[in-house]
């Protein structure tokens, strides 16, 4: 038996996807609302997945996501929902969403969402897949041009992505083939070309391109 969290405040809505699961033997809905106003309510509820809506009073769909993949790690998450925007596509993404679909989909493909995710994969909607492609290859042209900007060697641009990326020091060094010693005068460098002083600053900066 699949346990389902269901958040949604249309309630017209909320009914029809609470019937559509209530077909289905392997589903369990164990708490449904049409808001959140304290996130202990999700975690008490242990659900398999949470189905979320985006928009929601009090507490948004995003914040319960991120909430769930914090305490609940084992839990998949759906995003249904109508909005098709970049924003609160990678927004929910970034929040440990493992799926992404938008109400106008087929109930099939809802329900193979849910069990899919259940399974271990990540279910998206087609066009929010190819918008996530496309998403990803701006965003790779847009930080290449702003490294450039920068006048950093090859090098420095390698180990800048990577610190982009989180990856720690010593893992860089190891990737990169160079001594910890090399690598902290590159990094020193880097910090003073881009007139930055540390790793959450270089982070924030690229994160928002």
């Not at 995003?79 to 596509?89: A, G, N, P, W």
């Not at 990803?136 to 990577?162: C, H, P, Q, V, Y």
Request: a negative charge; proline letters at 2%.
């Amino acid at each position: 038996m699949i346990r389902i969290l269901l958040l949604e405040d249309n309630a017209e809505y909320l009914q029809a996807i609470s019937m559509l699961i209530g077909m289905h033997e392997d589903l369990q809905i164990v708490y449904r609302a049409r808001q959140v106003e304290d996130l202990k309510v999700l975690t008490d509820a242990r659900p398999d997945i949470a189905v979320l809506d985006i928009d929601l009073p009090g507490i948004d769909g995003i914040c319960c996501a991120e909430h769930i993949s914090h305490t609940l790690p084992d839990t998949g998450i759906l995003m249904l929902t109508v909005f098709e925007d970049d924003d609160k596509i990678f927004r929910s993404i970034l929040a440990g969403a493992h799926g992404y679909l938008l109400k106008k989909d087929d109930p099939d493909r809802i329900i193979h969402a849910i069990r899919s995710i259940h399974d271990g994969e990540s279910i998206i909607n087609g066009r929010i897949a190819r918008r996530v492609l496309e998403y990803i290859g701006r965003k790779d042209i847009m930080m290449k041009s702003e490294m450039e900007r920068f006048n950093l060697t090859a090098r420095e641009r390698e180990i800048l992505e990577r610190i982009i990326e989180g990856i720690p020091h010593k893992i860089i060094a190891d990737r990169c083939g160079i001594s910890l010693h090399t690598l902290f005068t590159h990094t020193k460098n880097i910090y003073r070309k881009l007139n930055m002083h540390s790793r959450a600053e270089i982070a924030h900066y690229f994160g928002k391109r």
